[in-house]
C-alpha cells in the first residue's frame, strides 16, 4: 500500500471512531439528559473499561502476551494490596504494581528467575 | 490552569508512555512516520489505532480494519454521552460540542468526571480544554520519540512501558467512590475475558451494557448511602 493510500486509511479509522463520540455528542444536544440516565451510561462506561483492563491483564495481544500469566497477576496483586494499604491512593498502588512488573521482566531477561 | 495542571500531574507521563510503546510498534510495523504521529491526534484511542496498525500489516481488507478499530473504540459513545451533559451549561463552550468531543479520552474523561462536581459551571469547559490539550500534545510527542526508539530498547523495559498504562487505569478506576461505578467494574472486569472468549469483537460493548444497567440498578435497589 503506497502513502497516499495509508493516509486515506487513516482518514476512514478516524470517521469511523469520530462515528461514536459525534453520536453520543447527538444525542445528549436533542435530549436533556437526566441525572439517571447520565449515571447509567457512565457506569456502561466504566463496565467496558473495566472488561477491557482485565481481558488486557489475563489474555493481553501484543508484546504483553509474551510475559508470563503469573507474572501480571503477582504485579496486580501486590499492587492492590499496596493500593488498599494506601486508604486506596492510586499512585502508590500503580507504582507498585509496575515497580514489581518490571522487576520480574528483567529478572526473566537476564535468565535470573 | 487547573486542566493542565492535573494533566502534568499524571496523565501526560502516562500517554507518553504508552504512546511511546504505540510509536515504536508501527514503525517495527510499518507505518509511515507522519500517519503514526497524525494517527494520535486525530484517532486518540489507543486500542483502535492498535487494530489499525496490527491489521493493516497483516493486509486485512479496507473495510474490516475500519470497522475493527472503530469498534475497539466503541466506549466513546457511553463516555460521551456522560461526560456532554456537563457541558451544556456553558454556551460559549457547548457551541464547541462537536469539536470538543475529538478531545475526549479515558483519561480526559475519568478525569473530568471527577472533578466536575466541584467546578463551576463556567471552569468546567477550560479545565476539560487544558487537560485535554496537555494529554493529546504528550501523545503526539510520545508518538514521535517510540517511533524512533523503535528497536533500540530492551524488551524489559517496552514491555513495562506497555504495563503501566492498564496499571494507571486500574488505579485510578478503583480510587473511585460511587457505589454504582464501583459494582460496574467489579462485573465488568469478572464479563470481561469471558465475553471475550464468545465474540472478541462484540463481547465488550455487550461487557459495559450489561455490567453497566446491572450496577446501576442493583445501586438504587440498595438505596441511600452511595458516595
Redesign the interface.
Known amino acids: 500500500m503506497n502513502e497516499m493510500a495509508l493516509w486515506w486509511l487513516l482518514g476512514l479509522v478516524t470517521a469511523a471512531t469520530y462515528v461514536w463520540r459525534g453520536i453520543g455528542v447527538a444525542i445528549v444536544a436533542r435530549i436533556t439528559p437526566s441525572n439517571d440516565f447520565t449515571q447509567w451510561t457512565s457506569c456502561v462506561a466504566y463496565g467496558m473499561l473495566a472488561g477491557l483492563m482485565s481481558r488486557i491483564m489475563v489474555m493481553p495481544v501484543g508484546i504483553l502476551a509474551e510475559t508470563p500469566l503469573v507474572d501480571r497477576l503477582v504485579a496486580l496483586a501486590v499492587g492492590f494490596l499496596v493500593f488498599f494499604a494506601f486508604r486506596r491512593s492510586m499512585l502508590p498502588g500503580m507504582i507498585a504494581a509496575v515497580g514489581i512488573f518490571f522487576t520480574l521482566t528483567t529478572l526473566h531477561a537476564f535468565g535470573i528467575y | 490552569m487547573r486542566g493542565v495542571a492535573d494533566a502534568f500531574r499524571?496523565p501526560v507521563w502516562v500517554v507518553s508512555a504508552s504512546m511511546i510503546g504505540f510509536g515504536s510498534?508501527s514503525q517495527d510495523i510499518g507505518?509511515?512516520f507522519?500517519?503514526a504521529v497524525?494517527?494520535t491526534a486525530?484517532?486518540?484511542?489507543l486500542?483502535?489505532q492498535?487494530a489499525?496498525v496490527?491489521l493493516?500489516a497483516v493486509g486485512a481488507p479496507?473495510l474490516a480494519?475500519?470497522?475493527a478499530?472503530?469498534m475497539a473504540?466503541?466506549?466513546?459513545?457511553?463516555?460521551?454521552?456522560?461526560m456532554?451533559?456537563l457541558f451544556?451549561a456553558d454556551p460559549g463552550i457547548w457551541r464547541w460540542?462537536?469539536i470538543l468531543?475529538?478531545m475526549?479520552s479515558?483519561n480526559t474523561?475519568a478525569l473530568t468526571?471527577r472533578r466536575a462536581p466541584e467546578l463551576g459551571d463556567h471552569q468546567r469547559g477550560p479545565y476539560y480544554i487544558g487537560l485535554g490539550a496537555v494529554s493529546m500534545a504528550a501523545g503526539v510527542l510520545g508518538t514521535a520519540v517510540g517511533y524512533h526508539l523503535a528497536g533500540t530498547l530492551?524488551?524489559?523495559i517496552?514491555?513495562?512501558l506497555?504495563?503501566?498504562n492498564?496499571?494507571?487505569?486500574?488505579?485510578?478506576?478503583?480510587?473511585?467512590r460511587q457505589r454504582?461505578?464501583i459494582?460496574?467494574?467489579?462485573?465488568?472486569?469478572?464479563?470481561?475475558?469471558l465475553?471475550?472468549l464468545l465474540s472478541p469483537d462484540w463481547?465488550?460493548?455487550f461487557?459495559?451494557?450489561?455490567?453497566?444497567?446491572a450496577?446501576?440498578f442493583l445501586d438504587k435497589k440498595m438505596g441511600t448511602g452511595h458516595e
Open positions: 499524571m510498534l507505518i509511515t507522519g500517519v497524525a494517527s486525530t484517532v486518540w484511542g486500542p483502535g492498535v489499525f496490527e493493516f479496507v480494519i475500519a470497522l478499530s472503530s473504540n466503541l466506549r466513546f459513545l457511553p463516555m460521551s454521552l456522560s456532554m451533559p451544556r460540542r462537536y468531543v475529538a475526549m479515558v474523561w468526571l530492551p524488551f524489559y517496552t514491555v513495562s506497555i504495563f503501566l492498564p496499571m494507571y487505569f486500574i488505579f485510578l478506576f478503583s480510587s473511585i454504582n461505578c459494582m460496574a467494574l467489579m462485573i465488568g472486569a469478572v464479563l470481561g475475558p465475553f471475550h463481547g465488550l460493548p461487557v459495559g451494557f450489561i455490567a453497566g444497567t450496577a446501576f
